[in-house]
């Protein structure tokens, strides 16, 4: 990838944070991973339960997000219990799915009981591509941030290429879950297509953060709303 490309673009760079620590990012222990959610490769903690990209969100915390996101209202879409509790320090935080388990059974595509301008920053870790309209979801998250109000999210991202539709959506999820929930494994993002959907309604920062337990490297987009 050209990053100089991302400059025209009005994207400042692509920072890199790459933790080289052997410890865990989230308990600070030395730890082994095993396998998690049928993923073959080990890369849960035995100690704290964490997974790669929620390592990877507490690395971009601890580097770059922990003073702006301090006394602050935020919403979390289906947070793992290591990301709910790191953001519910010092905030006033809600988590959503459109599942039940949550403090809030919402869709995203439709948050009608959140009014405008009401939220300083909703965060996302791997949910939009399971999300079948993602566009109205990120226009809907748009009506009910605050201005300057943040939106941090991390997924199925890809640095090169464009967006590309999964094969089959049901890859992860059920047909049954789609059937009662939409839910399902819709796309692989890739950062220029992503940028071209966000790029009228945020300012936009872009983050390669690496988790060093599994050695594996997450795009995160942090976008302040225009």
């Not at 790191?86 to 809030?104: C, Q, R, T, Y």
């Not at 890739?190 to 966000?198: E, F, H, K, Q």
Request: aromatic share 12%.
């Amino acid at each position: 990838l050209d990053y100089h490309k991302f400059y025209k673009l009005d994207i400042d760079a692509v920072n890199v944070i790459d933790d080289k620590s052997n410890k865990c990012s989230y308990c600070n222990k030395n730890t082994e991973l095993v396998n998690s959610c049928n993923v073959k490769t080990p890369r849960k903690c035995t100690v704290c339960g964490s997974i790669e990209r929620g390592r990877a969100f507490k690395n971009l915390f601890d580097n770059k997000l922990y003073k702006i996101l301090s006394h602050k209202k935020i919403l979390c879409v289906a947070p793992s219990n290591s990301d709910y509790n790191l953001l519910k320090k010092n905030n006033n935080v809600s988590s959503m799915a459109i599942v039940p388990g949550f403090d809030l059974q919402i869709d995203m595509c439709n948050m009608s009981t959140i009014d405008n301008s009401s939220i300083d920053a909703f965060v996302s870790i791997k949910v939009f591509e399971h999300c079948e309209n993602d566009i109205g979801a990120f226009n809907e998250i748009h009506r009910i941030l605050k201005p300057n109000g943040l939106l941090i999210f991390t997924g199925s991202i890809r640095i090169k290429g464009e967006t590309s539709i999964s094969d089959n959506i049901h890859s992860w999820y059920s047909k049954e879950m789609y059937d009662k929930y939409k839910i399902g494994s819709f796309r692989h993002y890739g950062v220029i297509s992503l940028y071209n959907i966000l790029k009228d309604k945020f300012n936009i920062k872009l983050f390669n953060v690496r988790d060093n337990l599994t050695d594996s490297w997450h795009v995160f987009f942090v976008c302040i709303k225009l």
